[in-house]
């Protein structure tokens, strides 16, 4: 008698057993997983490395938008069209000063 008690107690435990266990892993992840609290330092980090590599991005874009516009073909500005045909063609002399235009 003292057996089928003891299996009943053991078969009554084990649902809430195995449920505890289950809580245990999803909190577990929660915490320490790949995207858990404690992961969310590095996505700060992550996220101010991007927004200063957006940052860059933006000045180059800017930059490339502003020599864009003198090529337009409606009017090139002759000063730069002159100093990237001489770049492409091998004229420009290492001894020679280039002013960039901002």
């Given at each position: ?56 991005l933006?000045?180059?874009?800017i ?40």
């Amino acid at each position: 008698m003292a057996r089928r008690s003891t299996l009943s107690v053991i078969k009554s435990a084990a649902l809430p057993a195995v449920a505890l266990f289950i809580i245990a892993d999803f909190a577990g992840f929660a915490v320490f997983g790949p995207n858990g609290l404690l992961s969310l330092a590095g996505y700060h980090q992550q996220k101010a490395a991007k927004l200063a590599t957006l940052d860059a991005l933006k000045v180059q874009q800017i930059k490339l938008q502003h020599h864009a516009d003198l090529l337009d073909p409606r009017h090139v500005d002759p000063d730069y069209a002159d100093e990237l045909v001489r770049h492409e063609t091998g004229q420009v002399r290492p001894d020679e000063v280039i002013i960039p235009r901002n």
